[in-house]
């Protein structure tokens, strides 16, 4: 049974900064997703396996970075210059697949969310 937790989330005034981290039971392909209330789920960023590979959503690139430790099976989403429109829950989620998926249907394990809340 793969296990995501993770942290890091919080409340921030806009403009500034939060990094979340995913704790993952093994090596996989990871993804960041967010869903804000009353919306659907969204694709952030992902990050393959091995780290060499890496991709971000139109909306957050310039302001989100994602990257991963592989000796401690982590995977991290450092956030700058936020803005109100940020805030939501945001999910780590995890495939065994080799590609880099950004739809919900590409990760067959997800974290249970961490709340990431920007204040105007």
């Known amino acids: 049974q793969v296990q995501l937790v993770e942290s890091g989330g919080g409340l921030v005034q806009t403009g500034g900064s939060l990094r979340l981290s995913c704790a993952a039971s093994?090596?996989?392909?990871m993804g960041w997703f967010r869903q804000a209330p009353g919306k659907d789920r969204e694709f952030v960023a992902a990050?393959?396996?091995?780290?060499?590979?890496?991709y971000r959503a139109d909306t957050v690139k310039g302001r989100f970075s994602i990257s991963r430790d592989n000796a401690k099976n982590t995977v991290q989403l450092q956030m700058i210059a936020l803005k109100p429109e940020d805030t939501a829950v945001y999910y780590c989620a995890a495939t065994a697949a080799y590609g880099l998926g950004s739809g919900d249907k590409d990760y067959e394990y997800w974290g249970q969310g961490t709340q990431v809340t920007v204040s105007s």
């Open positions: 093994g090596r996989y392909g």
């Open positions: 990050i393959s396996a091995s780290g060499g590979r890496t």
